[in-house]
């Protein structure tokens, strides 16, 4: 069975271009800026046609440029196949005449994962949605920054005098109350839950504290790991969503305490949802099977791709959760 693919939201919006601390900050622009209404009228029109590449510029001096296509831009839906190109080490062996030892040495293939990205440009929305593929990127806001940069270069070409900025998606929910909502009024439960450390970013004082409890200190402890991801498939989470339990007062000295990569918290539940409790709160989303093969036409004669109605479906859910968060939030002012 194939299986899901996962998606990170994000949402842009435009801004004027001001060229601030550029050669061309001096020149005064050929006309006025586009509009705000009409702005959004020119971004599916960046990607070009249906087949066609838009390679994304490194963002680096001397880095390559990544290959991309077009797979779809129609009714205000664009679709792109990234690449990231890699290479790979492997142990090659070479062909010998029978009776002769086979030589095997070090060398390197070319490897080329990807990711698919869903651009909304239907007017009156505003969402993005970039795969999760940690084989090509470890993470999506990498994607996001190459996107932008690419946008805004080709925004800039046109002189056109507007920028885009893509953001993530984010909650400011407490992410154990949160987590205490779904569990008691929806009644759901935590499929699988992935811990990410790195304790070489962790703040030492905060390490040195929560390492009282055996089980950080068997976590930090597997193999004499400094970094690692554990997954735990259907945890039992009671003890870390307890009010006042030492494991979450733990959990959430380490959650403040993050220098860059240093400690991560992950959960998916029965929704199909999953929540990332990081430096910001993120919750990314599947994509049916049935939706990805539309886009490709499979087993049909005349592809009605089905993308426009799942951001429709996103956003729908996104609002809930912001909805739940409200909830809690006046819940909490009633009964301080």
Known sequence: MKKEKRFAIYYYDFVDDTMEGTFFASVPPLH?????EERQSHLSPLFGNKGEAFALKGLKNGDNDYPCVVLMNQ??????????????????????????????????????????????CREGHNKIAIE??????????????????????????????????????????DFLEQGRWHMNKNKRRVKWMTIHWNRGLIDPKVEATVLHSQFFKSLFGLFSSIEGDVTLKNPDVSGLLRKKAKLAEFFTMLIGSEQGDAFGVKWMLDNRRSYEWGEDIRIDFPM?????????????????PKVAMWFNQRENEIEEERNATNTQRGRKKKNP
């Not at 006025?32 to 705000?36: C, L, T």
């Not at 996107?147 to 925004?155: E, R």
């Not at 049916?288 to 009605?304: C, H, Q, R, W, Y």
Request: hydrophobic share 40%.
């Open 75 to 120: 009714d205000g839906i664009v679709m792109l196949h990234l690449e990231h190109p890699k290479d790979l080490d492997v142990w090659k062996k070479q062909t010998t005449p029978p009776g002769e030892f086979p030589k095997i040495e070090r060398g390197t293939v070319p490897s080329n994962p990807f990711c698919y990205v869903f651009i909304d």
């Open 288 to 304: 049916e099977n049935a939706i990805l093969d539309s886009v490709f036409g499979k087993d049909t004669l005349f592809p009605m």
């Open 32 to 36: 006025g800026p586009i509009p705000v």
């Open 132 to 173: 999760i593929n940690s084989s090509a990127w470890r993470k999506t806001d990498e994607v996001k920054a190459l996107l932008q940069a690419n946008m805004n270069m080709l925004f800039n070409n046109q002189d056109l005098g507007f920028n885009i900025i893509i953001k993530p998606e984010t909650y400011s929910f």
